[in-house]
């Protein structure tokens, strides 16, 4: 991806209130009037919105400047014409940081909402913004009408994403309904606005967005990786433990071929030292009101180092996904081989596989003996040296290196 086609707060995870020109301030009243009095001392109107490049009407009358005068508010980009303006003629209480302590609200529009007492820089890198990220990109998103949304039937979940709202934007009003047992909060379009315009999400439906992690993830320290990773998994995630596995699937359009958001958990998952299977189709279906074929696709997280590290780095917030991960911990019986053996039961699971699939990786071979990552590198490491295995691809993205025996 070029990045040009993402906001700087998708590589930042801050987003300043000045960059997002769309919304609107609401301002103390006397602040506001201070703001009229500065101008007016300037000159005429005329003058004061052709130097700020404002439309005068055919009555000489100024639209924005007289919406200021009467409801106290201005769009962001008339506000910072009106600063820029004033402290070019040593007005300087006018500057952005002193009008910033007189901001009371901020709206995308007359309806729609409204964040009180905002913050100005909304940062993103805490646990409160990888949480509210997470759950947009999962089992929330944001509408065409810019409204952001969260449904999900756990109030649990519900509270942990309106307080990260909370803590990220200021006060805020929500809307709440029910459908089949499962509740959906709404929240203002400003909200919305922001995450899209300042961070990069997109506004309609994830199947067709086809939407990936923000970049700034995958840079901040793990334990907000996990956060980010815990409310994928609330969301989306599975537990069996038939087979001791967890599963997380997500569907895009069928042309759009992989889901980009199991792209980003294989990568996050495997900077915390959590390997998991490729990404695996598992059904294709047709959306009848769309006209369009889907995609669903999953990957696992299996064997005994991989689930534990995965407990302890990540979890689950919803009770019992939480036990039966535990119940799968607590079944658990590696097997164990001497050195010597395990060397013949490693050969062995390489010659299966390959048979099978012309290739084998690493990870196919942890997951096929029931071993943990590192046991099984340190083994691969020695063939490699004995000359016993070579690579044949090397590693790409989400896509393991690829070895035949020699």
């Known amino acids: 991806m070029q990045s040009n086609e993402f906001p700087k707060g998708f590589y930042t995870g801050v987003v300043n209130l000045w960059d997002l020109p769309s919304l609107k301030i609401y301002l103390k009243p006397d602040f506001c009037l201070e703001i009229i009095e500065a101008l007016n001392s300037l000159g005429k109107r005329k003058i004061i919105a052709k130097e700020m490049g404002e439309k005068i009407s055919k009555y000489g009358t100024v639209s924005t400047l007289s919406n200021l005068r009467t409801y106290n508010s201005g769009k962001i980009g008339l506000i910072l014409k009106i600063s820029k303006l004033l402290t070019k003629y040593g007005k300087n ?17 007359n309806s729609g909402g409204q964040i009180r007492n905002p913050r100005t820089n909304f ?48 006060d805020f009003n929500i809307s709440k309904s029910y459908s089949k047992g499962c509740l959906s909060t709404i929240y203002p379009k400003v909200c919305g606005v922001i995450l899209k315009e300042g961070i990069g999400l997109q506004y309609g439906k994830k199947i067709y967005n086809n939407p990936t992690v923000p970049e700034f993830i995958f840079n901040i320290n793990n334990e907000n990786k996990g956060i980010f990773l815990k409310q994928a998994f609330d969301d989306e995630g599975t537990v069996d433990e038939n087979n001791r596995r967890i599963t997380i699937q997500l569907s ?18 495997n900077s915390l030292s959590i390997i998991t299977s490729e990404i695996k189709p598992v059904k294709k279906y047709f959306i009848k009101n769309y006209g369009e074929h889907s ?16 407990d302890y ?12 991960l535990k119940n799968c911990l607590n079944s658990y019986k590696e097997k164990h081989f001497q050195f010597g053996t395990f060397r013949n039961q490693v050969l062995k699971s390489m010659r299966k596989i390959e048979k099978n699939k012309g290739f084998f990786t690493r990870n196919l071979i942890a997951l096929d003996l029931n071993r943990g990552w590192s046991r099984m590198q340190q083994i691969f490491d020695i063939f490699i040296k004995e000359n016993k295995i070579k690579e044949i691809e090397k590693y790409s ?7 035949i025996l020699r």
């Not at 895009?252 to 998952?269: S, V």
Request: aromatic fraction near 12%.
């Open 252 to 269: 895009t359009l069928l042309k759009n071929k992989i889901p980009h958001l199991l792209e980003d958990h294989i990568k996050l998952l």
């Open 123 to 170: 940062d993103f890198r805490n646990e409160y913004g990888c949480l509210l990220i997470s759950a947009i990109l999962h089992d929330g998103g944001i509408s065409k009408n810019k409204k952001p949304h969260y449904s999900n039937k756990y109030i649990k979940l519900h509270e942990g994403v309106y307080n990260s709202a909370k803590e990220i934007f200021g």
């Open 93 to 109: 209480n006018f500057d952005k940081k002193n009008i910033e302590k007189n901001i009371i609200a901020i709206s995308y529009s």
């Open 397 to 403: 993205g989400s896509r393991a290196a690829r070895y």
């Open 295 to 310: 995609l669903m696709c999953g990957i696992n997280i299996t064997g005994f180092e991989n689930l534990k590290k995965f």
């Open 313 to 324: 780095l990540i979890g689950f917030n919803i009770d019992y996904k939480k036990e039966r």
